[in-house]
């Protein structure tokens, strides 16, 4: 017997939904939403410093409470020198997802 899903359920997934609409309209929003969510994840290394540099400031910067998903509260800088060091560490494809999240969060007012 199917049962019905709770009313959390239906709220997480109305909110997938939209995700999932903006990111399929592949305009500017739907790029900067991608980055972002990509970013949110940070590396799988397991390097506990670098993601702090960068994914959990980028958390810290959305409004993510800083005892919740390992938020720190930092200011994020995020120049060309860290961007070297992320790639050498993490690799290219974390770094370029970090440095695209940084342009849009700069773009949507987040950042300077």
Known sequence: MKTKPAKKDA?????????????????RNAKH???ILSALRGPDSGNGYNKTRT??????????????????TDPLIYDSE?????????????????????DALKELGYLR
């Open 82 to 102: 860290l961007h070297t060091t992320i790639a050498k560490e993490e690799g290219d494809h974390f770094a370029d997802h970090i440095a695209s999240a940084v």
């Open 33 to 35: 939403l991608w980055d």
């Open 11 to 27: 709220e997480l997934r109305a909110l997938l939904k939209k995700i999932v609409t903006t990111i399929n309209r592949s305009d």
């Open 55 to 72: 994914t959990e400031r980028i958390r810290h910067t959305l409004g993510f409470k800083p005892s919740m998903f390992f938020t720190d």
